[in-house]
């Protein structure tokens, strides 16, 4: 018989099953959707940190410093668990100087830590659970706030609800996302190759043809992304001029990635054709000048269930909900005010909460 239930098929609660059962627990995985893997199977499989502790507080400066430590100091040796399990890595690197990690193929991942976990039953959302990985709220707050969606589309906020029913706290970041601009709206299978990264090298204007960003975006864009979604209908135009179509960026070159917007449906114009003129900006130099419809996409929210760094949920007053456990996306404000890999908090917080709640819950029947 289950002695300990995990809600939510995806990354955090599969990593917690296959964690609890090794320690000698019989976890039983409910999951909502028609399938396992939730967004860690639609991801790019990157599971990684940063090299030191200073620079991913300076990366994320609102997130919890001591949860930080816990996902930088254990994902080495997560990752090693990960591989033990069978999960296939592609590369060794992340192609970040910034960062160090390794890529997983997220089909044999989410194979590999299905067999692990062993008991999970699919199309059955939880009504009590121990531990919580439901993902965060990603599909409720692209719907509230008429985004897109690029994430597993049953992340509604459950968790988190239920956690709040049974007396938690909240973290910090609850009106941030991690998300991605996209040329509207794509298929599952293009959440990665259809996003449009290349912010940096193009000229961002709201609909009435004013720059509404100011400065450069940071590495990973998602400022830009939060700013776009502020805007009227969460979208904007990215400008860009022949030398900035030749530039490199993470998934190709910038005409490539343009390509693939207009293949998939997108926007894509002459900016002359724009319904307003194009102000100068050193940024458009050479012709030809295209312009690129974008729309903000969320993929994870930031803030969530506070937790320690044992994974148990928090009241307000700062002790455990007792016996509840949270982990992934449900588990908050570890990357408040900017970016880290959500697939790593989800790895390192599964296992920790599951070590937590095998120990705890244990003793309580003893
Ligand atoms: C296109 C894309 C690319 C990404 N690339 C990367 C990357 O390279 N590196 C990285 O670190 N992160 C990446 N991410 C983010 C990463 O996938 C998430 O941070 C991670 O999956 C979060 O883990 P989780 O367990 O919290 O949520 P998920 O993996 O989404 O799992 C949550 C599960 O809970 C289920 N669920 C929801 N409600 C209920 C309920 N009521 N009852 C039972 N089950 C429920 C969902 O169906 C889902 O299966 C990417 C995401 C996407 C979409």
Redesign the pocket.
Known sequence: MADLVV???????LVAAARARELGAEPLV????DRA????L???????RHRSLGEFHEDCPGGDLELQRLVLDGLDEALDWLESLGAPVLERETGNPRTVGRRFDTRGLTDALVRAAADVRLRE??RDAHVL????FAARLARERGLLL???R???G?GLAYGLARGADLSSGMDEFYGRNLPGEVAEGE??GASQLYGAHALVLDDEGRPFFEGEPWWSETDLVQATARQPGGAAWYVVDGRALRERVRYGTVEELVERARALGGEVRPAETLPFAVPEHPKLAEPPFLAVRVRAAV??TIGGLRVDEGGRVLRPDGEPVGGLYAA???AGGIFTGGYG????A?LVLGRVAAETAVAELGDAHA
């Open positions: 809600a939510g098929a995806g990354m955090a609660g409910l999951e909502k959707g893997g939730g967004s860690m639609l991801s790019s499989g990157f599971v990684w959302p939880f990985a439901t993902g965060g690029r994430a597993n049953w992340s509604d459950d959440y990665v993929t994870h992934g996306a449900d890999s959500g697939l790593a989800a």
